[in-house]
């Protein structure tokens, strides 16, 4: 049986590249970005980024805490079993209707009002809180699961009596039924909504929110990818809709949907599609280099420069890597009866690469988009 906690505490022949090495190294970053007292994520510049006086209200800026308590579980570490905690308890903090710097903001309870959920802009809103509400679901899924459980029973009780409430307002909410309407869509965003139906489900052991899970998946299966593997990216744009750097965060989530099924005919069609997507995801890729080609790829392009062998450094890097040894936990062979993913994985990270959306690897742009950053920090906190 498949074991999250397991594959957080893996090493592999080369200690620096492991599992468990790439979540510790990556972790040290995301744990000093998450305020010791509010729990908040914090900018680049120690800002609030949770709430900021230029975006608002955008619960997805905590969308990594849950790499902290994969390392805080993995390793023991209560410091960042209990950060990680907290900063879930600070996102669920906003479920309901509140005034946030002297706004109030009114709407459904547990749909997260200050976000402005069921408003126009493509249904944008409900994506950025479900990225982040499907890794606080899985958080307090693995908090239960490891040796900390006890020591923290009522703060996961109170917790998830929390995300269950965001959870069965997703269920039966407009902004749901909308955001699968028009497909193909985006997969990453698809998948992120159902393996939050699936982990809550999971979670509250409520059997609604595990079928509405199976079926989106299905959807996704169904309408938004290729008979060759491809999940489908801004397909509409381009006729290709493949993206790697998505494609493979696409590729672990399902992976993470696919543990949580019980063996079956469902479970044979979900490691299928991962089959078929991992294999698809390999054709860019050079095993015997861990070169990658992002030729073609619909949204991102390889950040330059690159810096070959010095691993880890960041999640962006390093988290290819990681995902291919995930893959390869789940004993995705990809026709290769040795399993040569976590080689592969081991190569990719050694040459450094890492990805970003499209036109932002331009120099020229990049210190345009600085300098609008630097200019709106200056009228929101005031220049030094």
């Given at each position: 049986?498949?074991?999250?906690?397991?594959?957080?505490?893996?090493?592999?022949?080369?200690?620096?590249?492991?599992?468990s090495?790439?979540?510790?190294?990556?972790?040290?970053?995301?744990?000093?970005?998450?305020?010791?007292?509010?729990?908040?994520?914090l900018?680049?510049?120690?800002?609030?980024?949770?709430?900021?006086?230029?975006?608002?209200?955008?619960?997805?800026?905590?969308?990594?805490?849950?790499?902290?308590?994969?390392?805080?579980?993995?390793?023991?570490?209560?410091?960042?079993?209990?950060?990680?905690?907290?900063a879930?308890?600070?996102?669920?903090?906003?479920?309901?209707?509140?005034?946030?710097?002297?706004?109030?903001?009114?709407?459904?309870?547990?749909?997260?009002?200050?976000?402005?959920?069921?408003?126009?802009?493509k249904?944008?809103?409900?994506?950025?809180?479900?990225?982040?509400?499907?890794?606080?679901?899985?958080?307090?899924?693995?908090?239960?699961?490891?040796?900390?459980?006890?020591?923290?029973?009522?703060?996961?009780?109170?917790?998830?009596?929390?995300?269950?409430?965001?959870?069965?307002?997703?269920?039966?909410?407009d902004?749901?039924?909308?955001?699968?309407?028009?497909?193909?869509?985006?997969?990453?965003?698809?998948?992120?909504?159902?393996?939050?139906?699936?982990?809550?489900?999971?979670?509250?052991?409520?059997?609604?929110?595990k079928?509405?899970?199976?079926?989106?998946?299905?959807?996704?299966?169904?309408?938004?990818?290729?008979?060759?593997?491809?999940?489908?990216?801004?397909?509409?744009?381009?006729?290709?809709?493949?993206?790697?750097?998505?494609?493979?965060?696409s590729?672990?989530?399902?992976?993470?949907?696919?543990?949580?099924?019980?063996?079956?005919?469902?479970?044979d069609?979900?490691f299928?599609?991962?089959?078929?997507?991992?294999?698809?995801?390999l054709?860019?890729?050079?095993?015997?280099?861990?070169?990658?080609?992002?030729?073609?790829?619909?949204?991102?392009?390889?950040?330059?420069?690159?810096?070959?062998?010095?691993?880890?450094?960041?999640?962006d890097?390093?988290?290819?890597?990681?995902?291919?040894?995930?893959?390869?936990?789940?004993?995705?062979?990809s026709?290769?009866?040795?399993?040569?993913?976590?080689?592969i994985?081991?190569?990719?990270?050694?040459?450094?690469?890492?990805?970003?959306?499209?036109?932002?690897?331009?120099?020229?742009?990049?210190?345009i988009?600085?300098?609008?950053?630097?200019?709106?920090?200056?009228?929101?906190?005031?220049?030094?």
């Amino acid at each position: 049986m498949a074991s999250w906690i397991e594959f957080y505490q893996m090493t592999t022949p080369i200690l620096a590249m492991s599992p468990s090495r790439i979540i510790q190294v990556d972790a040290v970053p995301m744990y000093d970005k998450i305020d010791p007292v509010t729990g908040h994520w914090l900018d680049a510049l120690g800002n609030d980024a949770l709430v900021s006086p230029i975006y608002g209200l955008d619960i997805s800026k905590s969308k990594q805490v849950e790499f902290v308590q994969r390392a805080g579980i993995a390793s023991g570490n209560t410091a960042y079993v209990d950060r990680a905690l907290l900063a879930a308890e600070a996102v669920l903090s906003f479920k309901d209707p509140m005034t946030i710097d002297g706004v109030f903001y009114d709407g459904d309870a547990a749909s997260f009002p200050g976000m402005k959920f069921g408003t126009p802009k493509k249904n944008s809103r409900f994506h950025n809180k479900t990225i982040c509400l499907n890794n606080v679901a899985r958080q307090l899924l693995i908090l239960g699961q490891s040796s900390f459980a006890a020591e923290y029973a009522g703060r996961l009780e109170r917790a998830t009596s929390d995300l269950m409430a965001a959870a069965r307002w997703c269920l039966n909410s407009d902004d749901m039924r909308l955001f699968f309407k028009d497909l193909p869509a985006q997969c990453n965003q698809l998948l992120s909504v159902a393996c939050f139906m699936q982990a809550a489900g999971a979670l509250g052991n409520d059997d609604a929110m595990k079928l509405k899970a199976q079926e989106q998946v299905q959807i996704v299966f169904d309408k938004n990818s290729s008979d060759d593997g491809v999940l489908w990216e801004k397909i509409a744009k381009d006729g290709i809709g493949f993206d790697g750097s998505y494609q493979v965060f696409s590729l672990e989530m399902l992976g993470d949907y696919y543990v949580q099924q019980p063996p079956g005919l469902w479970a044979d069609e979900v490691f299928g599609q991962l089959e078929r997507a991992t294999l698809r995801w390999l054709k860019t890729c050079n095993p015997a280099t861990g070169l990658i080609s992002d030729v073609g790829w619909t949204r991102c392009e390889e950040k330059i420069p690159r810096e070959p062998g010095a691993f880890p450094v960041d999640t962006d890097r390093d988290i290819i890597s990681y995902r291919l040894q995930w893959l390869a936990y789940l004993g995705v062979t990809s026709g290769d009866p040795d399993n040569a993913l976590v080689d592969i994985g081991c190569r990719v990270l050694a040459q450094g690469q890492s990805f970003t959306h499209l036109g932002r690897g331009n120099p020229w742009i990049k210190e345009i988009d600085l300098t609008l950053d630097e200019w709106k920090l200056d009228l929101a906190y005031g220049s030094a």
